[in-house]
């Protein structure tokens, strides 16, 4: 019985930080911030569902494979968006200094 | 190498192609003025408009058509399908049998439909050749393409994890393809998703090192050469009539040769994309 | 109206898959952006596959990779949709590189991938 509710919990918060991402991708105005909720959903989340699969099936085989998702998946976000923030900055010639009204749009 | 670069001068448009009749026509439409260049706009914003309706009329005529279709297919998931019939059924029991593969659908591209999949190689070479001449770059163009590749620290530390274990999942999934999900076309495309992560970890001077332009050539060719030479003897010796091991060491290796092909098509592609040569 | 939706239901990936092939299609036919019809091609690819893949299921069918239960013909799906869309994949895939070259090429000579202004600027070329 605690199993499922432990999972259940991850799940929701799993959830709420998707919610969260996807409400920032949308609403925030400027191109880093939006990558940032982007990313932190990414791998935040990713994490709390694959923990929440974890925990709910115990250990075996298949979850072992699920830690090395979560270990592929952990390495290659933030390294992706650092990647694409940096191709923001290179291409961007505000950047590093003062932002106008424009850039933000 | 001359042939090619007047290749892309026609691409281009500078140069004409010879058997042209469209010269004659060229001077008389210069006589014509620029006036009627205002009433082609907007014939061509009028043309534009019914276009639109007339797409849209195409698309709900075609969407109520293939929704009736659908309806009245058998439903998802029922044994009544008619693709499930003797044909599968034969796949699915003679398979190993026949060809030595337990993975069936591999046994079946490469075994009994092994010319279809013969073909699609071709046809992924063929898509490398037309992308490498449309996209040869000449002297002037080289020189403004930059190579990113290298000069950042957490992507180069990130790779040298990352593509060992990139790599090892691509021939794992490329050796077993026989007997497991996985094949040619999938490891083929992990191992150029590695390679492809390689170059831009590392900049383009470290996959030439060991790729270099007669390399990556001799792997295509070798990989079409080879599949070609070994799906011919098996049909030559008569197919069926070998004995199961021999047949499933022929999958294996058209396998590969599959996973070569794809492999250094995925490769071309990102390397005539970003820099226009190998 | 109870026997339209249980049609539906029961061919629920059919009617996604002709639902995906008409927004490509329209998608294909009224884009003005280059770039953009090559990606309307390849949502049709994908409807086209969702339409095959979802053919060959059996309810209750595992995967057609023999296990310990041998070639027991009831056990495993149909495996011939799965080689079709694998060569579909291929093709698509092949098809969609050609279609970028091209577009590149057209790029680097007009500067624009725009059809309305392509259309503008090969007829000024021609008078």
């Known amino acids: 019985m605690i199993r499922p509710a432990i999972a259940g919990l991850l799940y929701a918060l799993a959830l709420f930080v998707f919610f969260s991402e996807i409400l920032g991708l949308y609403r925030f105005k400027y191109v880093l911030n939006r990558m940032h909720a982007a990313a932190m959903g990414d791998t935040l989340g990713i994490m709390l569902i694959v923990a929440g699969t974890i925990v709910l099936r115990g250990w075996s085989m298949a979850s072992l494979k699920l830690v090395l998702i979560l270990a592929f998946m952990f390495l290659t976000g933030p390294a992706a968006t650092h990647l694409i923030a940096g191709g923001e900055v290179r291409s961007n010639e505000h950047a590093g200094g003062e932002y106008t009204q424009e850039d933000r749009r | 190498m001359k042939k090619l670069s007047r290749f892309n001068d026609w691409v281009d448009g500078e140069l004409d192609f010879p058997l042209s009749t469209l010269h004659d026509a060229r001077p008389e439409r210069h006589e014509r003025g620029r006036h009627h260049s205002m009433s082609d706009s907007r014939s061509l914003s009028a043309f534009s408009k019914v276009y639109a309706l007339l797409c849209l009329l195409v698309c709900l005529l075609l969407v109520c058509t293939l929704l009736a279709v659908a309806a009245a297919l058998p439903g998802f998931g029922s044994e009544e399908n008619p693709t499930v019939n003797e044909v599968s059924e034969h796949y699915v029991g003679q398979a190993e049998h026949e060809t030595g593969a337990e993975n069936v659908i591999a046994g079946m591209i490469l075994n009994y439909r092994g010319f279809d999949t013969f073909g699609e190689s071709c046809v992924l070479f063929l898509a490398v050749c037309c992308v490498m001449q449309l996209l040869w770059s000449t002297g002037a163009e080289k020189k403004q393409k930059t190579d990113f590749g290298g000069q950042d620290v957490i992507l180069s530390r990130v790779c040298r994890v990352l593509v060992p274990c990139v790599l090892c999942f691509g021939l794992c999934v490329l050796f077993s393809g026989h007997t497991s999900p996985g094949g040619g076309f999938s490891g083929g495309s992990v191992l150029g998703a590695a390679l492809i992560i390689f170059a831009l970890a590392f900049g383009d001077g470290a996959v030439s090192r060991f790729f270099s332009r007669r390399i990556y050539n001799l792997v295509r060719i070798t990989g079409l050469m080879v599949y070609a030479l070994m799906f011919g003897c098996y049909i030559f010796l008569g197919a069926n009539g070998i004995e199961s091991e021999l047949s499933r060491y022929i999958v294996l290796v058209v396998d590969i040769a599959v996973g070569l092909v794809v492999m250094s098509t995925m490769y071309g592609f990102y390397s005539f994309y970003t820099k226009g040569e190998l | ?127």
Request: charged share 15%; glycine share 8%; no cysteine.
């Open chain 3, 1 to 127: 109206m109870t026997g339209l939706i249980n049609a539906i239901i029961d061919n629920r990936y059919a009617v996604t898959a002709v639902l995906l092939f008409v927004i490509g299609l329209a998608n294909m036919l009224l884009q003005p952006n280059l770039i953009k019809k090559v990606v309307a091609f390849n949502i049709m690819d994908s409807a086209t596959f969702l339409m095959l893949a979802s053919r060959g299921f059996v309810e209750g069918r595992v995967a057609a990779v023999l296990t310990d239960g041998g070639a027991d013909v009831s056990r495993y799906v149909n495996p011939i949709p799965a080689g079709l869309v694998l060569t579909g994949i291929v093709v698509s895939v092949s098809v969609s590189a050609f279609s970028l070259a091209l577009i590149q090429r057209i790029y680097a000579r007009y500067g624009t991938v725009e059809l309305g202004e392509l259309l503008k600027l090969t007829k000024k070329e021609k008078v």
